[in-house]
C-alpha cells in the first residue's frame, strides 16, 4: 500500500492554546491516523486529546492487516480504553473536571478502511472528483437534521452548532461508531476536526482537496481557508492519498 500523507494543527486566530492533538503513521502495510479535539478548561481538553491519541495509537499499530479477526473491536475497545483512562483521571483530578475530546480515528490497510468516531470530528473520502462525508456527528444540531428540524444549512450557523452529544471521557463509558469499506486507487481521505469542517463548508473542502498539490501543500491551504473565514477554533487536518492498495494480504 502507497500512502502519502499530510498532517497539521494550528492553534487559529482566537484561541490562545490548542487543544486539538493528532497522530499520523504509515508504512507499506498499513496507515494509522487519529484526530481528537479536547474539551475542558485549565488546558484539561488538551490533556484529554494526547490521552485519546496516545492510548489509541498504542493499541492500533501493531495491527499489520484489517482483515485480522477481531480488528472492528480492537478499534472499538482503544476508544473505550482511552474513555477508562480520561474518566478515571477526571474523577481524580480536581482541576480536569469536565474534560473530554473527540477522536476520529482511520486506519487504512490493504484495499480496505475502518473507521473508529466519537463525537464531531470527521472523516471525509474523495472519490471520482465527489466529496462525501463517511462519519456522522454526534452533535446536537445533527439530531435536529435527523429530526427533519433543520435543514444542514440551518444546522451550521446555529448556535448550538459546537455542541456534542457523545465524547471521550466525560462518562464511565462510550459508544463507538464503526465504519468500514473499500479502498481505491487515487482516493483522498481527509480527517479534521470542527475547527476546519465549521470554518469552511464541503463544497469549499471539496475544491481543496481537488487540487493536484502534495497532502502537506493541500493541508496547508485548508488551515489557511480556515484562518482567512475567522479562524474560531483550533484547527486540525490529516490528508491522505492513496496511491496504491494491495489487494491479497500478506500470509
Known sequence: MQLAVGARSDVGMVRSGNEDNFFAESDEHRGVFVVADGMGGHAAGEVASEMAVQIVSRQLLPIKHLREDGV???????????????????????????????????????SQYLIGQVGDSRVYLLRDGALKQITKDHSYVQEQVDAGLLTPEQARYHPYS?????????????????????????DVFLIASDGLTGM???????????????????????????????????????VVQVGAVDQTPAG
Open 72 to 110: 472492528d473491536e480492537r478499534m472499538a475497545q482503544s476508544l473505550r480504553d482511552a474513555n477508562h483512562a480520561i474518566y478515571e483521571r477526571m474523577l481524580a483530578e480536581v482541576d480536569k473536571q469536565g474534560m473530554g475530546t473527540t477522536a476520529s480515528v482511520l486506519m487504512l490497510s490493504e
Open 162 to 186: 459546537n455542541v456534542i452529544t457523545r465524547c471521550v471521557g466525560a462518562n464511565a463509558t462510550v459508544d463507538v461508531d464503526l465504519y468500514r469499506g473499500e479502498t481505491m486507487v487515487g
Open 200 to 238: 469552511v463548508d464541503d463544497r469549499r473542502l471539496q475544491q481543496i482537496l481537488l487540487a493536484r498539490s502534495s497532502p502537506s501543500r493541500i493541508v496547508d491551504a485548508l488551515i489557511a481557508e480556515a484562518n482567512g473565514r475567522g479562524g474560531l477554533d483550533n484547527i486540525t487536518a490529516i
